[in-house]
Every structure is written in structure tokens, then in C-alpha cells.
């Protein structure tokens, strides 16, 4: 795990996937089956990270999702040439629940209305960490490697096929006839 709540793994041992993937002619197309066999592997992660999450009203188990992308303000320094993606939610509370929180002192007491009383609240209380997306990853990161690479098959596959359809029809683009050329 890096500073930025992150995980990353490196599959070794496939040379022949690795071999096929090479063989498509253009970096968009690689990043297109690499990223489509990353979102399917990632969904077993976020199906337990669901399983795992406390619900009160359900928006932060709802909000757990596979993606390509990042909010905007998580984006700073990422790089667009690797193809990434993440398993996490939207929710703002999320890192909350995850890593749990301290209690704090309030500079100004809060007075609220408990049914025909007042309390006075002076601290915000604390929240136990509940690790509920480090659990899921822990627990299915080898069944998602699996999947990777059986996707990884199916996507090549299917990216072979749409190619030489595009061929049998004169319709390549000049990129792909460039990397076909090679």
C-alpha cells in the first residue's frame, strides 16, 4: 500500500499473453483490453469491499465501484500512460469508516435538541477504523489475479476479431495498418 491508500501487483509468467497483447497494432487498443480485464478483475474486490461495509443507509456500500478514472482532485502527478484502475467509493465518508477517526474537541459547544431537551455537545466523539476495502482486497486479490488473466484471453480475443472484421472490410485505421506493418 502507497501513501495514496493505494495497491498495485505485477503478473509475471505470462509470456504468451503478454506476446498476444503485443501484437495489436496500436497503444489504444492495448490499453483497451488491459483496462477492460482490470475492471472485471477489480469487481470481486468491490463486491466484498460491499459485503464488508457497515450500512446505515446503504449510499457508502452503493458507492463502492470498479473505474478507470479518478475524482479531479485525486488526480495530481497520475500517470496517463500506465492503465489503472481503482476499486473504491465515491463517498465522502469512506476514508472515515476505513481508517477510523480520533475525538476532537469542539472550539465552540454545539447545542442540539434530543426530543424536548437540549445537550450540550463539546467533542466530536471518535469512530473505530473499520478496514472493510483492505479486507476485501486481502481477501480476493488472488481470485482477481486469476480473473485477470482469463480476461485478459477473452479480451485479446475479442480485440483480434474486431481487427480483422475491420480488415475484411478495408475500414483499418492508419494507425492500425502502421502497427500491423511492423
Not at 480475443?157 to 495498418?177: E, T
Amino acid at each position: 500500500m502507497n501513501g495514496h491508500g493505494s495497491f498495485s501487483f505485477e503478473l509475471k509468467g505470462v509470456k504468451e499473453l503478454t506476446r498476444l497483447l503485443d501484437q495489436l497494432p496500436t497503444v489504444a487498443m492495448k490499453k483497451t483490453v488491459l483496462r477492460n480485464a482490470l475492471k472485471k478483475a477489480g469487481s470481486p474486490i468491490a463486491e466484498a469491499a460491499r459485503a464488508n461495509v457497515p450500512v446505515v443507509t446503504g449510499g457508502l456500500r452503493d458507492s463502492i465501484k470498479v473505474s478507470p478514472s479518478l475524482k479531479p482532485s485525486q488526480r495530481k502527478g497520475q500517470d496517463r500512460s500506465v492503465v489503472t484502475v481503482y476499486v473504491g467509493s465515491s463517498s465522502p465518508v469512506a476514508h472515515l469508516v476505513e481508517f477510523g477517526t480520533v475525538e476532537r474537541i469542539l472550539d465552540e459547544p454545539r447545542l442540539v435538541k434530543l426530543g424536548d431537551r437540549w445537550i450540550r455537545i463539546t467533542t466530536t466523539g471518535f469512530v473505530s477504523p473499520n478496514p472493510f476495502l483492505r479486507r476485501a482486497w486481502h481477501a480476493m486479490k488472488m481470485p482477481a489475479l486469476g480473473i485477470f488473466a482469463d480476461e485478459m484471453k477473452t479480451e485479446l480475443y475479442k480485440s483480434a476479431g474486431r481487427l480483422a472484421k475491420r480488415a475484411a472490410a478495408g475500414k483499418l485505421s492508419k494507425a492500425q495498418v502502421r502497427g500491423l506493418s511492423k
